[in-house]
């Protein structure tokens, strides 16, 4: 198993400008979510899915959006990158919504918006 | 609302040395308690958790107490190793709240020989 891949590993963006970050998971688990870890704040929830086709929002959602058309894949879109949103993104994963809390997460994308 | 607080680092110890990073918690319900470690360039992974009152949880040497009255979840090793030098987060989970994890904000520890 890959386990939780990322892609890309590193990307600069200009303000204003659009991408999406990817992630995927091959351990068929219903629960995805997104984090950005940012020095002396850890790591805060952007968005999180439960199972395909339902997402919502966590702790810091503005800008980002989200969907879940597979089990697999659950991409992050920034619609209009600003610097604050200069950060490293990590994707994890976990078996089910009500589990043990555990979750696998990929080796992060780091982003820089100029 | 829920919060983990860490104490600040960077944390430098000599191999073999012994290893405290303090962590408390605030909390609604009754959390159940995690460290995860993330190695340089790497995400973050499960250390150890806990989950209910005065359980221990321990892993590669490294154990951490369930301690209600004191909300704490202090991670302790015997004998640190250079291969220890990682960034440690400790989270907490709400019963009830999901798989939503809320983290402290990360305890830098670095070992030398």
């Known amino acids: 198993n890959a386990g939780v891949t990322q892609t890309p590993k590193f990307q600069v963006l200009k303000t204003g400008q659009s991408m999406t970050l990817q992630c995927a998971q091959d351990m068929n688990h219903e629960y995805m979510s997104w984090y950005r870890q940012d020095p002396g704040m850890g790591l805060r929830l952007i968005h999180y899915s439960v199972g395909a086709g339902i997402t919502d929002q966590g702790e810091v959602p503005n800008g980002y959006n989200v969907s879940r058309s597979t089990t697999?894949?659950?991409?992050?879109?920034?619609?209009?990158?600003?610097?604050?949103?200069?950060?490293?993104?990590?994707?994890?994963?976990?078996?089910?919504?009500?589990?043990?809390?555990?979750?696998?997460?990929?080796?992060?994308?780091?982003?820089t918006v100029l | 609302g829920n919060s983990v607080t860490q104490m600040e680092g960077p944390v430098t110890l000599s191999e073999?040395?012994?290893?405290?990073?303090?962590?408390?918690?605030?909390?609604?319900?009754?959390?159940?308690?995690?460290?995860?470690?993330?190695?340089?360039?790497?995400?973050?992974?499960?250390?150890?958790?806990?989950?209910?009152?005065?359980?221990?949880?321990?892993?590669?040497?490294?154990?951490?107490?369930?301690?209600?009255?004191?909300?704490?979840?202090?991670?302790?090793?015997?004998?640190?190793?250079?291969?220890?030098?990682?960034?440690?987060?400790?989270?907490?989970?709400?019963?009830?709240?999901?798989?939503?994890?809320t983290f402290g904000t990360g305890t830098q520890l670095k070992v030398e020989l």
């Open chain 1, 72 to 111: 697999e894949d659950f991409p992050l879109r920034l619609l209009s990158a600003a610097p604050s949103q200069t950060s490293v993104y990590f994707c994890a994963s976990s078996y089910d919504y009500s589990g043990s809390g555990e979750q696998f997460f990929g080796p992060g994308t780091r982003l």
């Open chain 2, 16 to 101: 073999e040395a012994f290893l405290t990073i303090n962590c408390t918690y605030t909390a609604t319900g009754y959390p159940s308690l995690f460290w995860y470690v993330q190695y340089p360039g790497e995400g973050l992974q499960l250390l150890l958790k806990a989950t209910k009152a005065d359980d221990k949880g321990s892993n590669k040497g490294f154990e951490a107490t369930y301690r209600k009255e004191t909300t704490s979840f202090h991670l302790e090793k015997g004998s640190v190793q250079v291969s220890d030098s990682a960034v440690y987060f400790c989270a907490l989970k709400v019963t009830g709240g999901g798989n939503k994890l």
